[in-house]
């Protein structure tokens, strides 16, 4: 069984106030000191340890595809949505995880918030079968159209316009925080699930394109991805 997942998170303002020594500031003061000492880089998005889970969504697929069972939590107390995950990723014992820069951003930030919350992660994300960079059995599309980084790395929303699926519709990453803000938590797992879905169905296009999905069962799944994707999208 593979997991397609993705994360949904926003700064640790607790955390960042205390790093870099500023329990007073104002929210505006926090940010620019962030981005400068912290973020480093022109969107001023912070590093996988300065970030808070807030929603999280799973798909379970077969190993030819088929999706199985959707799983999904968001909320205010992360460390409950963290063991929740645990819970779900202890229905199978050898499961692979399908993800879009999992390995650089999802698997870092959960590992750093299980740290925080005192809380274990399933031994399986240890194994040598997730750890190892050229595991199949931890597939990360970035690795997998830029040849593990000899090329450079896709967005999946360009991933999505290059095969004419549209992805990103009910949001972007830079619209958590508000919908955060404004108690918006439906709106984030579902944003997180279009992700999920848009992961899913780029996967399944490389899977038919080297040739390791058949005709008839690419279509197949296929069309009934998409047709999740819309409900996702216009409900």
């Not at 949001?171 to 992700?195: A, K």
């Not at 169905?201 to 998409?226: M, N, Q």
Request: with cysteine; proline share 4%.
């Amino acid at each position: 069984m593979m997991f397609v997942f993705d994360l949904e998170t926003i700064p640790d303002t607790d955390l960042i106030r205390s790093v870099l020594d500023l329990p007073e500031a104002d929210e505006a003061t926090l940010a620019e000191a962030a981005n400068e000492q912290l973020a480093k880089n022109r969107n001023g998005f912070m590093p996988p340890l300065f970030q808070r889970v807030v929603a999280w969504v799973g798909l379970w697929v077969e190993d030819n595809g088929e999706p199985r069972q959707k799983m999904a939590w968001s909320g205010t107390d992360e460390a409950e949505g963290l063991r929740q995950l645990a819970t779900a990723l202890l229905m199978y014992k050898d499961f692979g995880l399908i993800h879009h820069n999992g390995k650089g951003f999802d698997l870092p930030v959960l590992t750093y918030r299980f740290m925080k919350h005192g809380l274990q992660l399933p031994r399986r994300l240890n194994h040598t079968d997730i750890k190892y960079r050229y595991s199949k059995a931890n597939v990360d599309l970035v690795d997998e159209f830029s040849n593990y980084g000899a090329s450079a790395w896709p967005k999946l929303k360009h991933l999505g316009q290059l095969i004419g699926i549209p992805v990103k519709q009910t949001g972007e990453g830079d619209d958590v925080v508000r919908m955060f803000t404004e108690g918006q938590l439906d709106q984030i797992e579902r944003y997180c699930f279009e992700d999920v879905m848009g992961t899913y169905l780029i996967w399944l296009h490389l899977r038919y394109t080297v040739g390791e999905l058949d005709a008839e069962s690419f279509e197949s799944l296929k069309a009934r991805a998409l047709a999740k994707l819309v409900e996702i999208q216009t409900t």
